[in-house]
């Protein structure tokens, strides 16, 4: 099984008024294709900040992240951002939908960033959102929809460019504990018809459980 992400001796440090503060402190850590990896630790372990550099969102301080074999570090924000919106989907505890946008507007406003055409998108995103129970929400606005149904549909939002690996920070933080079930129930089928790597940051023990392995951060190392 091949390795998709390979993160090697990941630093991150931020400048704040109080001087220089160290959040990650040479992490390495692989993910493997079609592997599910969960994250937990303590708030303010770094968890958020590895996401974000594992999904080329942000650059290490030091160290260096390859996906499918390829360093980022020599790669330009413009093709960290096709890779972002080619290879790598994200779901984040907030779903950051747009308002003033239907269910499938946000959907597929990832593929009409990339060029492709909205007719050929949409027809995607209603097979996708039907996959996800929302054959009857694809016309509501987040603001008419529950918060798992919410969730659902920035899901589909992650996976309509077909990812590779799927990035999650909390995706259940905002849910009660049912809907929360039902989300990773999606997370495990996906990843078992498709093959899509996962990396799941979450406080919940019983779902990180679920994954194929987890791996505990504190004070910006794997424990």
Known sequence: MGKIIEAADITKSF???AGELQVLKGISLS????EMVGIIGASGAGKSTL????GALDRPTSGNVLFEGRDLAGADDNTLARL???SIG???QFHHLLPEFNAIE??????LVAGRRYHEIEKEALELLGELGLSARTRHRPGELSGGEQQRVAVARALIQNP?????DEPTGNLDTTTGNDLFDLFVDLNNKRGISFVVVTHNKTLSDRCHRVVEMADGRLV
Request: glycine share 8%; charged share 15%; aromatic share 8%.
């Open 31 to 34: 993910i493997n294709a079609g």
């Open 90 to 92: 994200f779901v984040f």
């Open 164 to 168: 590779k690996a799927v990035l999650a």
């Open 51 to 54: 996401l974000h550099i594992l």
């Open 15 to 17: 400048r704040t008024e």
């Open 84 to 86: 972002r919106n080619t």
């Open 106 to 111: 946000n959907v597929v406003m990832p593929g």
